[in-house]
Nanobody, 120 residues
């Protein structure tokens, strides 16, 4: 099993920045892909960004140019730097991990989620 714990959510004004962090523990070797999903009220959970063990990164169109994902394998952490935030970025953000491409395959492991609220 892999345990994921998110931190860093909160309230931010539109145009501002927020950093989310996810710490992994347990059988972290199973977390070849790590990344972030989000779910806004009344909407389905959607992919935001992912990074592989060897640092290849992928982004949803909504995140490109504004969000940056990074990974520290020594510390078993993944960060999501979010800039130029918009009210539509408001959502519960989940850290996720798995052995297969989490863009297309449901992640094996999920965190509990951290709320990001962007005020206009």
């Amino acid at each position: 099993q892999v345990q994921l714990v998110e931190s860093g959510g909160g309230l931010v004004q539109a145009g501002g920045s927020q950093r989310l962090s996810c710490a992994a523990s347990g059988r972290t070797g199973r977390a070849y892909y790590m990344g972030w999903f989000r779910q806004a009220p009344g909407k389905e959970r959607e992919f935001v960004a992912a990074v592989t063990w060897d640092y290849n990164s992928y982004y949803a169109d909504s995140a490109k140019g504004r969000f940056t994902i990074s990974r520290d394998n020594a510390k078993n952490t993944v960060l999501l730097e979010m800039n130029s935030l918009k009210p539509e970025d408001t959502a519960l953000y989940y850290c996720a991990a798995g052995g297969q491409d989490i863009r297309y395959t449901r992640p094996n492991y999920w965190g509990q989620g951290t709320q990001v609220t962007v005020s206009s």
